[in-house]
């Protein structure tokens, strides 16, 4: 028993990084031991197996259970001009978002678009739409960070014909080495137009 205390002692198991690689190569030389040393008790064969159990389990909550920061919408810094090219300040601008729920009558899912950040442009025409994120908990194997990020966005000012963002009109595939919307900024210059009706 001793011996094999040393043996495990020398794994160094807390330095090792939970990652399938390293759990499997710790999983296969337990087996190893198991199977090639008679010096081992039966005491010590369960305590050892309840304590892979343990490790296991915490490597499966850990893989599948954690909380995770996900931009889930990128940041808008834009420009608004009239056709003259002049700044239209106090300009409302409006960020797009769509919500999804399930029908309970009838079960199929629905969706209406809202208004989720508002904000209005300055004297020299500009605005800022903060990025904006949620922390995500349940994970699965099959989990992949979205490639492509989407930036929609509505203007209206009195006078002005509205303008709305077109589909795809403005995305962007996600940076290298981040996930989803992260490090990601549209920076559109909109023209509005007259509305002479």
Sequence with gaps: CELFLVYVASLKIMNLSFSYKYFTIFGTRIVEVFSQSDVICNSMKNRVIKVIIG???????GLFIRPQKVIYEAK???KVIDENGIP???????RIEEKRWK???WGYEEHSEYKSQTTKTDDNGNFFLEQKSRIDWFHTPLDLP???CYADFEISKNGYETFKTKFDEYKSYKKNGCDA????????????KKNYR
Excluded: D, H, Y
């Excluded at 490790?55 to 909550?61: K, S």
């Excluded at 239209?88 to 409006?94: R, T």
């Design 88 to 94: 239209i300040k106090n300009a409302v601008v409006s």
């Design 103 to 105: 029908n309970k009558q």
């Design 76 to 78: 808008i810094s834009g």
């Design 55 to 61: 490790i296991f389990l915490i490597f499966i909550i």
């Design 181 to 192: 919307c992260e490090k990601i900024e549209f920076k559109p210059k909109i023209t509005l």
């Design 146 to 148: 979205f490639a492509w």
